[in-house]
């Protein structure tokens, strides 16, 4: 048990910004974004959008990298990513799922790798919660935020 270690810090290498499903961001999120780009709706949709069934995804160019990564400076869109991005790695599949943290923790650098699953959920939930990126969720919202369950389960 390491309960000082911190879960997660992230080394900005960037790698979660690459794979070919592209970030979920509601449109709460895509208005953010596009006012920051100085871009009407309609105009920041068209480039950077795409709808999937019921939900939008920020556009991957060909190489399988997000359209808003740049090489050797990160997130073009940082100040106002989607919570999706902000949420990272403490997403509901590896704050479930003992299998999937484990796989999480091999391919993300940010995670510490002497933390075990249940710290990584305490303070997973805790992050969640500081962040309130599971709260005020909209059912086109990324299905990853949805935690709240995971919390109402652990007090019990
Ligand atoms: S893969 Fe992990 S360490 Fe790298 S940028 Fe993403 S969250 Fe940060
Ligand atoms: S919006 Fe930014 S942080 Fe999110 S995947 Fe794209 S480049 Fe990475």
Request: charge should be negative.
């Amino acid at each position: 048990m390491h309960d000082s270690l911190k879960a997660f810090t992230c080394r900005m290498c960037g790698q979660c910004c690459q794979g070919s499903g592209g970030i979920v961001a509601d449109l709460s999120e895509q208005e953010k974004i596009a006012e920051y780009l100085d871009l009407d709706l309609v105009s920041f949709k068209d480039r950077f959008i795409r709808r999937k069934g019921a939900k939008s995804f920020v556009r991957v160019n060909e190489s399988g990298w997000c359209v808003f990564f740049i090489r050797d400076q990160g997130c073009l869109v940082h100040p106002v990513k989607p919570r999706a991005c902000r949420a990272w790695p403490f997403f509901r599949g590896n704050l479930m799922d003992e299998s999937s943290f484990e796989m999480a923790r091999e391919y993300c650098p940010g995670i510490e790798k002497r933390i075990d699953f249940d710290q990584f959920v305490r303070q997973g939930m805790d992050y969640m919660q500081k962040y309130g990126l599971s709260l005020d969720l909209e059912e086109e919202s990324a299905a990853a935020l949805h935690v709240e369950d995971i919390r109402s389960a652990m007090t019990k």
